[in-house]
């Protein structure tokens, strides 16, 4: 097939509309310009821990697909430094929550975020082959660190106590995370029958979707 060997690129080319979407989102537009309403943010923290703790088996599964199906060792290094973060992020979203009051205990999953979860849940199957699975895996992550990392460009107006939290998704390191996992993503689809292609691809869109639902969720449009 022409033109496989950098399939996200041809992916996000043509699905530009959905993945602005997902990474200009007026929630983010809001951190940047400085007038988010504090309450979404309080909204985004609560329920997004409980995202990052159901992130956890689905990287799991991730790593076990890399072991199975991986020619290349050096993936599941990548994706155990992945499992690792999440366990810092887990210890942040509990310190950040105490910081701003915010009771994770009682925290009540909105149906936007059931739904990724339970999304993410069936990516974990062991019948969705590992170059569909490290796709979403990218995607997921991408989507936080171009948010995040918007936050701290030039020009953007982030209140100073947001700022940490962009830092944690927008940093540099955490964007060479997210290029080594599109490597690899790059790598597996290259090899992969058309209709483990089309099953990306249609991944992809879903992760690009959920991510615009937890967003509004955040927003309380929702
Ligand atoms: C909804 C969502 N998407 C992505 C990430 C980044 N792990 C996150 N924490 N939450």
């Known amino acids: ?3 496989k060997s950098e399939m996200i690129a041809t992916w996000l080319k043509k699905h530009r509309l959905i993945y602005t979407g997902a990474t200009r989102h007026p929630f983010i537009l809001n951190i940047r310009d400085g007038s988010i309403d504090l309450s979404s943010f309080k909204r985004w923290l609560a329920q997004d821990y409980i995202f990052v703790r159901a ?3 689905f990287v799991a599964s991730i790593l076990l697909k890399a072991w199975k199906e991986s020619d290349d060792s050096s993936d599941m290094d990548l994706i155990l430094s992945g499992m690792a973060a999440l366990n810092d992020e887990i210890a ?8 701003w009051g915010v009771a994770l205990h009682s ?5 936007a975020n ?3 979860c339970r999304f993410l849940e069936s990516v974990m199957s062991p019948d969705i ?5 490290i796709t979403a895996f990218w995607a997921i992550e991408a989507v936080y660190q171009e948010s995040f990392a918007h936050c701290l460009e030039d020009g953007s107006r982030t209140p100073e106590e947001l700022k940490e939290t962009c830092q944690r998704w927008g940093n540099t390191g955490f ?15 290259e090899k992969a029958s058309d209709d483990v292609l089309s099953k990306a691809e249609v991944i992809l869109i ?3 979707e959920h991510e615009v639902e937890f967003w509004n969720m955040c927003s309380g449009e929702i």
């Open 175 to 189: 964007g060479q995370f997210c290029r080594s996992l599109r490597n690899i993503a790059n790598r597996h689809l």
């Open 107 to 111: 925290v009540v999953p909105h149906k």
């Open 55 to 57: 992130s956890v088996p």
């Open 129 to 133: 082959e590992y170059a569909v699975a």
């Open 114 to 116: 059931l739904d990724y």
């Open 92 to 99: 942040w979203f509990k310190s950040e929550a105490s910081k």
């Open 206 to 208: 879903r992760v690009l």
């Open 1 to 3: 097939m022409e033109g």
